[in-house]
């Protein structure tokens, strides 16, 4: 003969509401977390291309004020090295430049030639994460660091080069709204963020 057993009256299951309270109150715990780590993501992200855009500035200006040449075949140290940005593909570049004659190597630069033998690239660089983007559409394309003396030049694309005493570069996410994160580079190579 089979044996049933029975519980004690005290000590009863939940009720199906207090289940389905529960499972509830569970997945809208899950559903805050999931849009905070997304958020702490994206911070991440915008955080680490700060800081490669701004090792690849101070890379430039730290060649320029050594005053080396990068390549062996080189007899003496070009003019100047920079960083070239391009907004629209969301890619920047190290590049060094010589001015094409009789151009002197000095703060009287009003432009970038940008053929093959001034304008050399380096490097390559592009923001990883499909989900950042360069923010505030400007013209402003390029940061020149001389090695004849501690400044840098700013130049934009439609006027040459730039009066402005300092050049912002935005980096934001495409969320709206946006959030964001900035370099500022002033006239004299210092950046700030």
């Known amino acids: 003969m089979k044996k049933t057993y029975h519980l004690p009256p005290d000590l009863n299951g939940f009720t199906l509401i207090e289940i389905l309270v529960v499972v509830a109150v569970t997945f809208i715990l899950a559903a805050i977390m999931f849009g905070f780590s997304q958020k702490s993501r994206l911070s991440v992200a915008l955080s680490s291309e700060r800081t490669k855009l701004s090792q690849v500035i101070e890379r430039a200006r730290s060649l320029a004020l050594s005053g080396v040449a990068v390549n062996p075949s080189d007899l003496e140290p070009p003019c100047a090295y920079g960083v070239h940005l391009v907004a629209a593909w969301n890619s920047y570049s190290l590049f060094r430049y010589n001015p094409p004659a009789p151009t002197l190597c000095d703060e009287n630069i009003s432009s970038l030639d940008t053929s093959p033998t001034n304008f050399q690239v ?41 009066v402005e005493p300092s050049v912002k570069i935005v980096i934001e996410t495409l969320d709206t709204p946006p959030a964001s994160t900035e370099i500022n580079v002033s006239q004299n190579g210092q950046l700030s963020f």
């Open 122 to 162: 380096l490097q390559n660089y592009e923001i990883i994460s499909k989900k950042l983007k360069f923010g505030n559409p400007t013209d402003f394309t390029d940061i020149l660091f001389l090695t004849s003396r501690p400044i840098a030049l700013l130049f934009d694309s439609k006027n040459g080069r730039s």
